[in-house]
């Protein structure tokens, strides 16, 4: 079956950085759009990067862009999110994310709607 397993996750303090990593099997990794979303207690979970199956097309949340990069390694089956500058506001539980196969280009914010498969999240936690 697929599974999405993410690492990485930690307690930083406000400035820091933290690199997540998410191991993809069981689905046609190279194919996928791949993507992070993060959520807070008792709050919707929101996109926050996602790229291209070839790696060629990115696209970033307003809140995250510039801090954040996203990156794959389809030799590896594997997803990066290099998040730095880390703020409070970016505490949240992080997701990893399998959806919309076969795009060329990314052109918006995905959607939950857009995603197929997840991962059961890792919590990075900054502290003022």
């Known amino acids: 079956q697929v599974q999405l397993v993410e690492s990485g996750g930690g307690t930083v303090q406000t400035g820091a950085s933290l690199r997540l990593s998410c191991a993809a099997s069981?689905?046609?990794?190279?194919?996928?759009?791949m993507s992070w979303f993060r959520q807070v207690p008792g709050k919707d979970r929101v996109f926050v990067a996602a790229?291209?199956?070839?790696?060629?097309?990115?696209y970033y949340s307003v809140s995250v862009s510039g801090r954040f990069t996203i990156s794959r390694d389809n030799d590896k089956n594997m997803v990066y999110l290099q998040m730095d500058s880390l703020k409070p506001e970016d505490m949240a539980l992080y997701f990893c994310a399998a959806g919309l196969p076969f795009v060329l280009r990314i052109v918006r914010p995905l959607s939950t709607k857009d995603v197929e498969h997840w991962g059961r999240g890792t919590q990075v936690t900054v502290s003022s």
């Open positions: 790229i291209t199956d070839t790696g060629d097309s990115t």
């Open positions: 069981g689905l046609d990794f190279g194919v996928y759009t």
